[in-house]
């Protein structure tokens, strides 16, 4: 491989050049001049990124390739891998914060910034993160074939600035491995250092990529631990140009290899492992920590929370997101006892299934305070159910959900008991919960309010009636039918090579963050408002949405397009979904939406994997037909979309009012005449 040549795979191309993998295909098929492969395989081949970048500009598919995307290419292609590289441009954008000697070392010759640079990049990590920290110091050989990676994140910087230009290069990386890693959304994070309160010294003893502790923004020290070196390095980088205060993240097992014996902290974060058998049951069994037993070797998310109250100070808060099983277990019943007799555990919140990973189970919220030797140990427990609030992983409503859990934890935090909410919240008698099984979870102790069921179906049934009076109302008649037409088509390609409309792709779209709400697939297809959220390190823009846009899923959904309206506009266009931006005055999006519904349509367009079916967008079809006509079918597929919405709605109530009927004849509040 010639020096410095970057490479770059088929789904690096079509990133740059904002088109599927399918229409790169397409060009190697066609094009006869598209380059050569350089390597990779027969069915994962890369090429040289200099080649490629050459030939999009000359057939007119790009500009010029993001300096993003040269240096994401870079980073992916580092001899040492990914990792490696992020370390190195983690500790070069630390220089960013000294401009002086940051402008007097890139203007220095190869040779002379491969000899100065590892003593400034040692001085600078030592300066932010502290003696002991998990970054290596690249020097030599292997620091001087990488200078362009240097120089590279350096203009990257320049361009976005030192945190955002990390933050694109992290989420990248997360993107290349979903699966190593466990994220903590960062709406569930923030509303974990909300339940924390105000604090000075925040630690995550498990801080994985650190969300926990950004989340914690008036921290003025943050600590951390986490047993893989390459994450806890990328971690203390991320943290170190996210926030002005020291960062102190460490490498190692919390449980086994402590590196915070002499932190009391504020508070502690924390979203430890789960179902660990191997936590070190026998080699920590006299562990000073086990102040409420010794955990069982099957229960070591009690360990994890004893280690968190052992580490904070006096009243304290450690916030911990646990296994619902952890709630009842009957192996950590007497620990449970014992936190709830000396007042540790405040409060216990079940959240959505979908709210964090693993996404399929309803995980749990634990409140706690390390008491004081001179406070009477409170006699209730909080328990709020919100579990229910949710659709799924992409319906989670952060915003409505904050607002109860808070509510309902701030009356209970000050005043020591917190309004009753049927269903919802209440605070609960310890002699309620000290029996033979110690049960906390909140299902448990909230009963539902059947006095209201059978009113509640009676309202229900109310709406439904209306619902469905509205949909006849709105059920478009067929007509005379009559032969099929025999139009002339075009294809989407065609219409965004003329200039009638352009074609956009969303990003991620259904992780953490914050900004404009998203709008999934899952969104797209049910006509749902956005639900989704943008991750952390979606530092590109994300493309929003405009009122008369027509958006399409991607992946394995048939024949399903939606116009935007005014309520929608101003989201996020989420991972998986095309969207379409016409010139009204040449395409109607009424019309354009229309015929992309069509079953045939769809089918013609669409491609099979593995696993799913993919829509390739650009071939799907509209007839050529003059504005006058395009209006008159767009009027008429206007109609029906609201009849569909229609019928959505009394679908939903009909769903309600079955449920109801059930739950009401079970609990005696709906008779059964």
């Not at 002379?112 to 990049?121: M, S």
């Amino acid at each position: 491989m010639p020096e410095n040549r970057t490479e770059v795979t088929a789904a690096g191309i079509a990133r740059f050049a904002g088109v599927g993998r399918a229409a790169v295909s397409n060009w190697r098929r066609r094009h006869s001049d598209f380059p050569k492969p350089v390597g990779g395989t027969d069915t994962s081949p890369v090429f040289d990124l200099a080649e490629v970048e050459q030939w999009l500009r000359e057939q007119g598919k790009v500009d010029q390739v993001p300096l993003r995307e040269l240096v994401w290419q870079q980073v992916e292609q580092d001899p040492g891998g990914a990792a490696a590289a992020l370390r190195l441009v983690g500790a070069v954008l630390l220089l960013h914060a000294r401009p002086a000697e940051w402008r007097r070392l890139l203007a220095a010759d190869d040779a002379r910034l491969g000899r100065e640079l590892p003593d400034a990049l040692a001085e600078a990590l030592r300066a932010r993160l502290g003696e002991g920290h998990p970054v290596p110091v690249p020097e030599g050989p292997g620091l001087t074939g990488r200078l362009p990676l240097v120089r590279g994140g350096a203009q990257l910087a320049d361009e976005l600035g030192a945190g955002p230009a990390y933050e694109f290069l992290m989420g990248r990386h997360l993107e290349a491995g979903p699966r190593q890693y466990t994220l903590t959304p960062a709406p569930l994070s923030e509303l974990m250092a909300e339940l924390a309160g105000p604090a000075g010294p925040v630690l995550d003893p498990a801080c994985g990529y650190g969300g926990l502790l950004l989340a914690a923004g008036t921290a003025t020290t943050v600590a951390g631990q986490e047993a893989d070196p390459d994450l806890a390095a990328l971690t203390a980088l991320r943290l170190a140009l996210h926030t002005d205060a020291p960062v102190r993240i460490r490498v190692g097992d919390s449980l086994r290899a402590d590196e915070h014996t002499g932190l009391r902290a504020d508070a502690v974060l924390c979203h430890p492992p789960f179902n660990e058998r191997a936590w070190g049951h026998e080699e920590l069994a006299y562990d000073p920590r086990w102040e409420y037993g010794l955990p069982p070797r099957t229960e070591s998310e009690l360990a994890w929370v004893q280690h968190a109250l052992a580490r904070v100070r006096e009243h304290g808060a450690a916030v911990l997101l646990m296994p619902p099983a952890a709630a009842s277990r009957r192996s950590g019943r007497r620990i449970r006892a014992d936190l709830l007799r000396r007042g540790a555990l405040r409060a216990v919140v079940a959240l959505p299934a979908g709210a964090a990973p693993p996404f399929g189970i309803p995980l749990h919220l634990w409140v706690l305070r390390r008491p004081a030797a001179d406070t009477p140990a409170p006699q209730q427990l909080l328990v709020v159910d919100v579990a229910d609030r949710s659709e799924g992983q992409d319906r989670v409503p952060w915003q409505e959900l904050r607002g109860t859990v808070l509510d309902a934890w701030h009356a209970f935090d000050r005043d020591g008991s917190a309004p009753d909410r049927p269903g919802v919240s209440r605070t609960v008698p310890l002699v309620d919960l000290l029996d033979d099984d110690v049960d906390v979870t909140p299902a448990r102790h909230l009963p539902t309010r059947a006095a209201d069921a059978g009113e509640g179906v009676e309202e229900v049934r109310d709406r439904l009636t209306a619902a469905l009076r509205h949909a006849l109302d709105l059920a478009p008649t067929a007509g005379t039918p009559g032969p099929p037409a025999h139009w002339a088509m075009t294809s989407i390609g065609e219409l965004a090579r003329t200039g009638a409309l352009s074609v956009l792709t969303g990003g991620p779209g259904s992780g953490p963050g914050g900004g404009p709400p998203v709008l999934t697939e899952h969104d797209v297809v049910t006509g749902g408002a956005p639900s989704g959220a943008l991750p952390d390190g979606a530092s590109e823009e994300p493309v929003l949405v405009r009122a008369g846009d027509v958006v399409i899923p991607a992946l394995g959904r048939g024949a399903t397009a939606r116009v935007i309206d005014d309520a929608t506009a101003g989201a996020a266009l989420g991972r998986n979904v095309y969207l379409l931006r016409t010139d009204p005055a040449v395409l109607d999006p009424w019309f354009l939406a229309g015929f992309l519904r069509s079953t045939a349509n769809s089918r013609q367009a669409s491609s099979f994997t593995s696993s799913a079916t993919r829509l390739d967008v650009r071939r799907l079809q509209v007839p050529r037909l003059p504005p006058a006509d395009q209006r008159r079918y767009g009027e008429r597929f206007r109609s029906v979309a609201a009849f569909e919405e229609a019928s959505r709605s009394a679908a939903r109530l009909g769903e309600l009012l079955v449920q109801g009927l059930y739950d009401g004849l079970t609990d005696g509040s709906v008779g059964p005449s």
